[in-house]
Structure formats: structure tokens, C-alpha cells
């Protein structure tokens, strides 16, 4: 959908073909279509304040910090400040392998435990 009340970044994210350019590198999946992203094209954020910031050992700490994160992704090129997509460790399916919407059962316990959440799904935890 583009940066929140800020067009012009937005539109200068695309090229001439219509692309949106995240600064993130990746493939599809040839059997279901589905967009794998498997690195970034540069390893540094340059923030608008021109500061140069590592976001892996920030991603990595979150994730050895917070047992219940599966993936945690740090954005923020050319922007005040740094943001991070997190997301939660989820069962997965025994036959497919794919995830399903269902916590796994030491993220539920840790829930229950630390939050006092009964939340058993992602949209529950949400």
C-alpha cells in the first residue's frame, strides 16, 4: 500500500516498469507462486538522519531475547527511525511442513506463563 501519508516516498520506491524496490532480495516459488525473500541487497540502513546501522544483530538479539519470535525483520532506509516486523513461532503442518495459524506449544505456554494469555492462534495472540 506504500508509506503511510507520504507519497512521494512511495512513488519513488517503483521504477519505470511498476517494481517496488524494498532494497531486499528474493525469489518464487516455482510450485506455488509464492515470493521467498532470502537476504537484503545491502547489509547496512542508512536512516534520513544519515546514521548507518547493522540490522542483523538486532534481529538477532530480539530473537535470542523473546523466545516466542520466529522471525524478526529491522526496516527503516531513509527514515527517522528503525521498525521491526516480528513474528510468532507457529506449529506446523506434519504432512506439508508448512506453518499453520496455531502456536506452537512453547510459545502457548509461554503465554499462559509470563502473560497470562490463553491465546492458542496467531489471530487469538493478535
Same mark, same amino acid.
Given at each position: 500500500?506504500?508509506?503511510?501519508?507520504?507519497?512521494?516516498?512511495?512513488?519513488?520506491?517503483?521504477?519505470?516498469?511498476?517494481?517496488?524496490?524494498?532494497?531486499?532480495?528474493?525469489?518464487?516459488?516455482?510450485?506455488?507462486?509464492?515470493?521467498?525473500?532470502?537476504?537484503?541487497?545491502?547489509?547496512?540502513?542508512?536512516?534520513?538522519?544519515?546514521?548507518?546501522?547493522?540490522?542483523?544483530?538486532?534481529?538477532?538479539?530480539?530473537?535470542?531475547?523473546?523466545?516466542?519470535? %520466529?522471525?524478526? =525483520? $529491522?526496516?527503516?532506509?531513509?527514515?527517522?527511525?528503525? #521498525?521491526?516486523?516480528? *513474528?510468532?513461532?507457529? /506449529?506446523?503442518?506434519?504432512?506439508?511442513?508448512?506453518?499453520?495459524?496455531?502456536? %506452537?506449544?512453547? =510459545? $502457548?505456554?509461554?503465554?499462559?506463563?509470563?502473560?497470562? #494469555?490463553?491465546?492458542? *492462534?496467531?489471530?487469538? /495472540?493478535?
Amino acid at each position: 500500500m506504500g508509506y503511510l501519508n507520504n507519497d512521494k516516498v512511495t512513488w519513488d520506491s517503483f521504477d519505470s516498469e511498476g517494481f517496488f524496490h524494498t532494497g531486499d532480495s528474493g525469489y518464487l516459488e516455482k510450485a506455488d507462486g509464492n515470493l521467498i525473500l532470502s537476504g537484503r541487497i545491502k547489509e547496512l540502513i542508512i536512516t534520513s538522519g544519515g546514521e548507518n546501522v547493522a540490522p542483523e544483530p538486532i534481529e538477532m538479539a530480539v530473537k535470542d531475547l523473546c523466545p516466542i519470535v %520466529s522471525n524478526c =525483520v $529491522v526496516v527503516g532506509e531513509r527514515q527517522r527511525y528503525l #521498525s521491526a516486523l516480528l *513474528t510468532l513461532r507457529v /506449529a506446523t503442518n506434519e504432512t506439508t511442513g508448512l506453518p499453520t495459524k496455531n502456536l %506452537s506449544p512453547d =510459545v $502457548v505456554l509461554f503465554l499462559v506463563t509470563k502473560l497470562n #494469555s490463553t491465546s492458542k *492462534t496467531v489471530q487469538e /495472540a493478535c
